[in-house]
């Protein structure tokens, strides 16, 4: 369902949750997750579950972090990531 991407992809959960059905509802508080890669550049160390990002003219709450991936070449470090 919701959070079956980063599983059926095999990117872990870090910290917190993945996406549920709930979610989903228009009524829902908008929340995101986010790479490592991210929560170490606007966190470091801090836990960012359930702290506030303003991304497309509104506030996101995070509600997990996920492992970071390398998306086009092994030697590109990873990037945050949404």
Request: hydrophobic share 45%; no cysteine; charged share 30%.
């Given at each position: 369902m919701a959070g079956d991407f980063f599983k059926v992809v095999g990117i872990p959960l870090m910290r917190g949750r993945f996406f549920t059905e709930a979610d989903n509802d228009e009524k829902a508080p908008k929340v995101m997750i986010i790479n490592e890669s991210l929560a170490?550049?606007?966190?470091?160390?801090?836990?960012?579950?359930g702290r506030l990002?303003?991304?497309?003219?509104?506030?996101?709450?995070?509600?997990?972090?996920?492992?970071?991936?390398?998306?086009?070449q092994l030697d590109v470090d990873p990037q945050p990531q949404v």
């Amino acid at each position: 369902m919701a959070g079956d991407f980063f599983k059926v992809v095999g990117i872990p959960l870090m910290r917190g949750r993945f996406f549920t059905e709930a979610d989903n509802d228009e009524k829902a508080p908008k929340v995101m997750i986010i790479n490592e890669s991210l929560a170490r550049r606007f966190f470091g160390e801090e836990d960012p579950i359930g702290r506030l990002l303003h991304f497309k003219d509104a506030a996101w709450e995070v509600v997990g972090v996920v492992g970071s991936v390398r998306q086009y070449q092994l030697d590109v470090d990873p990037q945050p990531q949404v």
